[in-house]
């Protein structure tokens, strides 16, 4: 069965810091990778995927992740933090669109 | 284009009761699927539909059932709600036409079972 680890439930970080937020999968063939966003009392929104074209995948709101199939992650980064960015940022994976696999989920704050 | 909307947004109920939660989309996709999000727990697949008149169950489908019978509608029913379905219920839709892509969330639907 597939799985998705997020490590860190939270993370804070300074405004203007380097965001990193941590997803490793597990699969045996490479699957689609997503990184979603949710802000309090919303649903999930789309940051960015990774769909088998190039491993370096740039989304929305200058958020962008790295695929390494030798380490099997996905991890997420921002250069440069906005108190915006503060959320819930979930990892998920799929191998053919029936069922969608989420981590746990990493809580980013975001210190003035 | 309202995307994917859900009714109702909050709903209380006894140990027992039954209900159902409404979601629909507006976008022609063929997929759609029911999750439910507890702390710490991420998102957890309840059911999923890959088209009209198909249902399938998910990662965690027990003391649900669902119904699929027009392409734009997905229905989740709790037959005799327990303390345990307390949640938040994601509806969600996704288009594969074009290759695997990304889901479409609502809203959300705040269910307490007291």
């Known amino acids: 069965a597939q799985s998705v680890t997020q490590l860190g439930s939270h993370v804070s970080v300074s405004e203007g810091a380097l965001v990193l937020l941590r997803c490793n999968y597990s699969?045996?063939?490479?699957?689609?990778l997503f990184w979603y966003v949710q802000y309090p009392n919303q649903g999930l929104q789309l940051l960015l995927k990774?769909?088998?074209?190039?491993?370096l995948v740039k989304g929305i709101n200058g958020f962008e992740a790295e695929f390494k199939k030798s380490e099997t992650s996905f991890h997420l980064t921002k250069p440069s933090a906005h108190m915006s960015d503060a959320a819930e940022y979930f990892c998920?994976?799929?191998?053919?669109?029936?069922?969608?696999?989420f981590g746990t989920g990493t809580s980013l704050t975001v210190i003035p | 284009n309202a995307g994917v909307t859900q009714t109702p947004k909050f709903r209380v109920l006894k140990t027992g009761q039954s209900m159902t939660l409404l979601c629909a989309q507006d976008m022609n996709h063929e997929y759609m699927y029911w999750y439910r999000q507890d702390p710490g727990m991420g998102l957890r697949l309840i059911h999923y539909s890959v088209g009209e008149g198909t249902t399938a169950k998910g990662e965690v489908p027990d003391g649900y059932n669902v119904s699929r019978l027009k392409k734009q509608n997905f229905l989740l029913g709790l037959e005799s709600a327990a303390p345990s379905q307390t949640s938040v219920y994601f509806c969600?839709?996704?288009?594969?036409?074009?290759?695997?892509?990304?889901?479409?969330f609502g809203p959300g639907t705040r269910l307490t079972v007291l």
């Open positions: 699969s045996s063939v490479p699957p689609y």
């Open positions: 990774y769909t088998s074209a190039a491993t």
């Open positions: 998920a994976v799929t191998k053919t669109g029936n069922q969608f696999y």
């Open positions: 969600a839709s996704s288009d594969l036409l074009a290759g695997v892509g990304e889901q479409f």
